[in-house]
Each structure stands twice: as C-alpha cells, then as structure tokens.
Nanobody, 118 residues
Framework: QVQLVESGGGLVQPGGSLRLSCAAS????????MGWYRQAPGQRRELVAF???????NYAHSVKGRFTISRDNAKNTVSLQMNSLKPEDTGVYYC????????????WGQGTQVTVSS
C-alpha cells in the first residue's frame, strides 16, 4: 500500500501560480500513472493531469497550456506546476496513483485546498 501526501495548496490571486507536490511513502517507479484530480464544491471529482512511467502526459482541456505535471521516480514525488490560475481552478486537489493503468488498484492522497480569489 502506497501512502500519498499532498502539499503546496493555498490562497492565490487570479493570474498567480502555485506548485503542488505529492510525496509517496514507497517507490512510485512501477506505478503506471501518477496524476492529479480536483473537486470543486458541489462538483464531481475530475482529472486534471496524469503522467505515465514512460513520461507521457495528458491534461484536461481546461488546464492545457497552464499546468505542467512531472514525476521524479528517484524521489518518489509528483508535482503540478499551476500558472495563470483562474477562479474556476478552485477546489481540493488530490494526488492519485493508478498502479496498472486500469483503475483496478488506486492510491489517493487526502487532498490539498487551492483557492483562487482576489
């Protein structure tokens, strides 16, 4: 079982930047996809971005060009650089690991709050 712990959330003004980090309790080298999801109040949890062991990335259309996901297998960390933040980016951001890429074995962090507001 892999434990995931997020950090880096907070309050930021529109147009600002934040960097989220996710630290894993064990090696993520063999976890096929590491990603970030978010959930706004009253909304369903949605995929923000993921990155595979081979370095392939995928982004939600709403964040493409503004967010960048990266993983460091040596340090067992996954990061999400968020630029040009908008109020609609507000929500709880969750780190996720999909062991086989099939959804059969998933790991979740507890979440970190991101609030974009003036």
């Amino acid at each position: 079982q892999v434990q995931l712990v997020e950090s880096g959330g907070g309050l930021v003004q529109p147009g600002g930047s934040l960097r989220l980090s996710c630290a894993a309790s064990a090696s993520i080298f063999s976890i096929y996809a590491m990603g970030w999801y978010r959930q706004a109040p009253g909304q369903r949890r949605e995929l923000v971005a993921f990155i595979t062991t081979g370095g392939t990335t995928n982004y939600a259309h709403s964040v493409k060009g503004r967010f960048t996901i990266s993983r460091d297998n040596a340090k067992n960390t996954v990061s999400l650089q968020m630029n040009s933040l908008k109020p609609e980016d507000t929500g709880v951001y969750y780190c996720n690991g999909d062991q086989y890429g099939s959804g059969s074995v998933l790991y979740w962090g507890q979440g970190t709050q991101v609030t974009v507001s003036s």
